[in-house]
């Protein structure tokens, strides 16, 4: 977790108060309409209609229970398979039917060998 107060910080309110800052609405939907992926968005805020769906696909995983603790959970290897086929979807150089075949190819493939 990037975002932590270590026991041993001197100005402790003040982090806190950095993190609330930081996690609150109003940054987050201005992180949204950068083209990231923040967790506490005003949805109806995104200008952007590619970054507004996006999120809503993201908080739609979220609401559905569908994170993982480690991105590269699923097989060895997927996060860096995972990092580059998110690029080229949020890039526009990949469909969503190739984002998804791309990174469901890794795990079909570390799952065969568990059968």
């Not at 109806?44 to 739609?60: C, D, P, V």
């Not at 860096?80 to 190739?98: E, K, P, R």
Request: aromatic share 8%; no cysteine; hydrophobic share 40%.
């Amino acid at each position: 977790n990037l975002l932590v107060v270590p026991e041993s910080a001197q100005n402790k309110d003040l982090a806190y108060e950095f993190l609330d800052i930081t996690l609150g609405e109003e940054v987050q939907t201005l992180m949204a309409n950068a083209g990231g992926i923040p967790i506490n968005a005003d949805l109806s805020q995104i200008e952007n209609e590619k970054n507004k769906e996006l999120n809503e696909a993201f908080s739609t995983i979220v609401a559905n229970d569908g994170l993982a603790f480690y991105p590269d959970w699923p097989a060895p290897g997927y996060m860096d398979v995972l990092g580059g086929a998110l690029q080229q979807l949020i890039d526009g150089s990949v469909t969503t039917d190739a984002f998804l075949d791309q990174i469901a190819g890794p795990w079909q493939d570390y799952k065969s060998t568990l059968e």
